[in-house]
Each structure stands twice: as C-alpha cells, then as structure tokens.
C-alpha cells in the first residue's frame, strides 16, 4: 500500500506557477515507450518517478542543502507518432531558459532531446555524457531508425563531435556498432573498465575530457546499473555499474558547465520493488546538489 505524501513534488523544491526563466530546472516528462525493442513499461515512469519525488527531502547525501534550488515541473509532452510529435520534445528543450531534467520514457525519447540540445549550444562546443550498459549506435533497429538502440547514432548526425562523448558503463554490443565503437573516436569506458580502476579515477578522466566543453548534457539510461540496483528496466545487462559508483560520478562534475540530464528506461511494471525508480531520483537528486553547491560558493 502506497501512504500519503510526506514532501512536495521534487522533495518541496518545485514551485506551481514557477516559470521556467525563474527557476534553476525544467522537469518534463515524456511517457512513451513505443520504441523499445524488448520490454515496455518505460512509458509509466514520468508518473512514478514524480510520486516518490514526494517522499524525498531536500537533502543530498552529503547533507548539501537543496532548498535554494527551484524547480518547474512543467508536466508531460504526450508522443503518438514519434516520426512527428519527436519536434514537440526538439523545440521545447531547444526553446528552454534553464537546464531540463528529462524523465522518459524509453531510450528513443533522448533523439530529440540531443538534437535540441546541439541546436540549444549550436555556437558551443557541446559535450555528451553517455552513461548506459548499451551503445545505441545502430543505424537501424527492428526496421526504425528511431528505435532506443540509434540514439547515438543519431545524436552524431545531429552535430556532437566523437570525441566530445564520454560512454560510461557499456557492456554489450550490436555487431554494427562494433566499428564505431573501437574507431569512432569517442572515449569508452566500460562497465568492466569502472571494475577495474575504480569509478573516482575513470570519472577525473572524464572530467578533464569534458572540461574542453562549453555545455555537458548528460543521458543516463538507468539499465547502466546492475540488475542488482535496477532491475525495473526493459533490458537489464548482468555486470553492471553499482549505484554508489554513478553517485560518485555524478559529485564528481562538481564544476563542468552541466545544461541538461535525461534519465531513461527505468520501467515501473516490472519495478516490483520501486528500487529502480528510488535509483532513478537518488541520480536525479545528487544532479540537483552539484548546482545547489555552486550557488553556495
Ligand atoms: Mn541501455
């Protein structure tokens, strides 16, 4: 049985009638999950997410306090035909003042996001934190192009350079996305790499890969998790990254010029636990912290 709320929305920091220009985040969720090649479910995860933000406090787990931080919760872009209701998504992220929090959804739903982000930053050197157990390289998947598994692909079309991506916690490959992958330039870090050198040191290299940036958007597919910590999520991939450690990669941006987070695929009907969903906004809440310190300096 679900109890009554003991928060506000977004742990008491949204504010009703905040438009986006006053506030430090846009949240919007984007409920769809037409595009997803193994389980749905994704679609649920706006509404779920957004429930339990009413169970949080305003706290990040160093005790950073999050109350100076407001945040516009501007409700749900609804995708019936992706090939077209895609643009809503493109031109409300491209239109933005301050930095989204985007709550999908499947995969699919970061196409545009990237596209409106490189039109957002189109004068600046745009960084891309890819944080996810897949790649998401195909040219084509189950005959879309549009399908969770091109969305890089299709977000190097849409202008980010290679080597201003970071790919944090991959560990499982299309043959078509091998090429790619070992010579397209981009930096890889593989689930396994994190294992083995340990999250602290593989998140300073990011750091000073993306501190050549002007912008950083981060898209952060929850399957990057092990099963273990996550497994409400269409395809969960044995050997994954823990939660603790991309809590610590998240802290560790502290000070990269970050415009913008997607949380992905965390799917609420095979959540039976709400783990993956609780995962999905511990991330969420330590992203908010990193701006919450920088207005404290
Ligand atoms: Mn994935």
Not at 115 to 143: S, T, Y
Not at 273 to 280: I, L, R
Request: hydrophobic share 40%; charged share 25%.
């Amino acid at each position: 049985m679900e109890l009554a709320a003991t928060h506000g929305l977004w742990a008491d920091l949204h504010q009703p009638n905040l438009s986006p220009a006053e506030a430090d985040f846009s949240v919007i969720g984007i409920p769809f999950d037409g595009l997803a090649s193994a389980r749905t479910g994704a679609a649920q995860a706006p509404e779920k997410i957004r429930f339990w933000s009413q169970h949080l406090t305003p706290y990040s787990e160093d005790r950073t306090r999050l109350k100076s931080i407001r945040v516009a919760d501007l409700g749900d872009i609804a995708i019936t035909q992706p090939s077209i209701d895609f643009q809503l998504v493109r031109q409300r992220v491209v239109t933005l003042p301050n930095v989204p929090i985007l709550l999908g959804g499947d995969h699919s739903v970061s196409i545009p996001i990237l596209q409106g982000q490189r039109e957002r930053f189109k004068d600046k050197r745009l960084g891309l934190l890819w944080v996810d157990a897949h790649p998401d390289l195909c040219d084509e998947f189950n005959g879309s192009r549009l399908s969770h598994a091109c969305v890089l692909r299709r977000g190097l079309e849409a202008g980010i350079e290679p080597f201003d991506i970071c790919m944090v916690g991959l560990r499982s490959w299309e043959e078509q996305e091998i090429d790619l992958i070992e010579n397209g330039g981009m930096h890889v870090y593989t689930a396994a790499d994190v294992a083995e050198r340990g999250m602290k040191k593989i998140a300073d290299s990011i750091y000073n890969i993306l501190n050549d940036c002007d912008a950083i958007h981060i898209s952060l597919d929850i399957d990057c998790l092990d099963p273990a910590f996550a497994p409400g999520t269409g395809i969960p991939e044995a050997g994954g990254l823990t939660s603790r450690e991309v809590i610590t990669l998240i802290k560790s941006l502290q000070g990269l010029p970050l415009v913008g987070l997607d949380v992905v695929e965390v799917a609420p009907p095979i959540d039976p636990s709400d783990a993956t969903v609780f995962a999905a906004l511990r991330i969420i809440m330590e992203y908010i912290a990193v701006f919450a310190r920088e207005k404290q300096k």
